[in-house]
């Protein structure tokens, strides 16, 4: 196993895993220690856990990004990550690596895999229903589990 093999997020997850310090400042010419954390990490988690949970903080993601998150997620999220510090200086140092590492094929496609940990305002479907002021209901696509909008009733979302 080497960093290459990691996504982004997979990076980031074994980061947060890791004995980094919490408040620990990328300097030049650290590239090895963090590979090590990210490595240690990977070994505390194992893959399985290491692919699930990147999963989860990716499908997280899209919610928190679009405003769709529901109570129960954020609960889940915060359960799965405590430390939101912790969290976003993982995120930043898993980002500098992939600036200087190369990533394989396998590892971006798993990058983008979306899993969503309680209830959805979606249920599942791929869609949100909202009120569109006036009565009327529309449809949008979940982030988590419809993230590229695929069409829904025939119609482009």
Not at 22 to 43: E, F, I, K, P
Not at 46 to 57: F, I, P, T
Request: aromatic share 8%; charged share 20%; hydrophobic share 35%.
């Amino acid at each position: 196993m080497t960093v290459e093999d990691l996504s982004n997020g997979e990076r980031m997850v074994a980061l947060y895993a890791s004995d980094m310090p919490s408040n620990y400042r990328g300097h030049r010419g650290d590239s090895a220690q963090v590979t090590a954390w990210v490595l240690q990490g990977v070994m505390r988690l194992g893959l399985d856990e290491l692919y699930r949970s990147a999963a989860y903080a990716h499908g997280y993601r899209l919610l928190w990004l679009a405003n769709c998150a529901t109570p129960e997620q954020d609960a889940a999220h915060t359960r799965r990550f405590p430390s939101a510090k912790r969290l976003d200086r993982a995120e930043g140092l898993a980002a500098l690596l992939t600036c200087r590492s190369k990533m394989t094929p396998e590892a971006r496609k798993r990058g983008v895999r979306v899993l969503i940990e309680g209830a959805c305002h979606c249920a599942g479907t791929g869609w949100v229903p909202f009120d569109m002021g006036d009565g009327t209901e529309a449809h949008q696509a979940c982030p988590g589990h419809n993230p590229e909008g695929r069409l829904y009733a025939g119609v482009s979302a």
